[in-house]
């Protein structure tokens, strides 16, 4: 697609339940970021993934949070369990592999846990 | 961790007038990027200067960029509507983890 895609744009769930997040990235781009943004705030590293490894998790906040890139392309982020606090916006964005140039961000997926 | 922060938190001027935002950023960098948010959407990539560079322009935008003060700042000249949104500095930890401050909120009156 021409751009970064993120489904479902909101999210509404209860407490305790398990959530998932998804991200196509740009073609080509084989760097993807995932991102937590709450209200009033900068976003928030959560992880990075280079190809379809994990090249940096040390944001994820705990383990109740994993994200997976199987095939090198689409990303899910997963969140179990999920708490009050988790609500907010989870921003997906890629670039070309090994630049340190822009990101391209999608639109995000606001979550609400009730 | 928040590796910029922006100064003001919230900026409110007329239609016409220029606003300036600052950034101030910790560690060595080998760029600063700007990004703009409107409300309820993702980020969008606006400039990008490079650690020796001292300015750079793209159309209303000047970006300066003071390493010996891990300074930025960013000017939007003859402010429209338009331009009501969240702007953010950023900087990559690294070369894995772009950081972002926390943001100014910039209202343009009409």
């Known amino acids: 697609g021409a751009g970064v895609s993120q489904t479902p744009s909101n999210k509404v769930t209860e407490k305790g339940k398990y959530v998932e997040l998804r991200c196509d990235p740009i073609?080509?781009?084989?760097?993807l970021y995932w991102y937590r943004q709450s209200l009033g705030q900068g976003p928030e590293f959560l992880i990075y993934?280079?190809?379809?490894?994990?090249?940096?998790d040390s944001g994820l906040p705990n383990d109740r949070f994993f994200a997976v890139r199987p095939e090198g392309s689409v990303s899910t982020l997963k969140i179990q369990r999920t708490e009050r606090g988790d609500s907010a916006v989870y921003l997906c964005?890629?670039?070309?592999?090994?630049?340190?140039?822009?990101?391209?961000f999608g639109e995000g997926s606001r979550l609400t846990v009730l | 961790s928040q590796q910029g922060e922006e100064d003001p938190q919230a900026l409110s001027i007329q239609e016409g007038e220029n606003a300036t935002m600052n950034c101030s950023y910790k560690?060595?960098?080998?760029?600063l990027q700007w990004y703009r948010q409107n409300s309820g959407r993702g980020l969008v990539h606006l400039i990008l200067?490079?650690?020796?560079?001292r300015e750079k322009h793209s159309g209303r935008l000047r970006v300066t960029l003071d390493t010996s003060k891990k300074s930025s700042s960013l000017l939007i000249t003859a402010s429209r509507a338009a331009d009501t949104a969240s702007y953010f500095c950023?900087?990559?930890?690294?070369?894995?983890?772009?950081?972002f401050g926390q943001g100014t909120r910039l209202t343009i009156n009409p």
């Open positions: 964005a890629s670039s070309l592999i090994g630049s340190t140039g822009e990101l391209f």
């Open positions: 073609s080509g781009h084989t760097a």
């Open positions: 993934f280079q190809g379809t490894g994990a090249a940096d």
């Open positions: 560690t060595s960098i080998n760029n």
């Open positions: 200067i490079r650690s020796n560079e």
């Open positions: 950023a900087t990559w930890e690294g070369a894995q983890k772009l950081v």
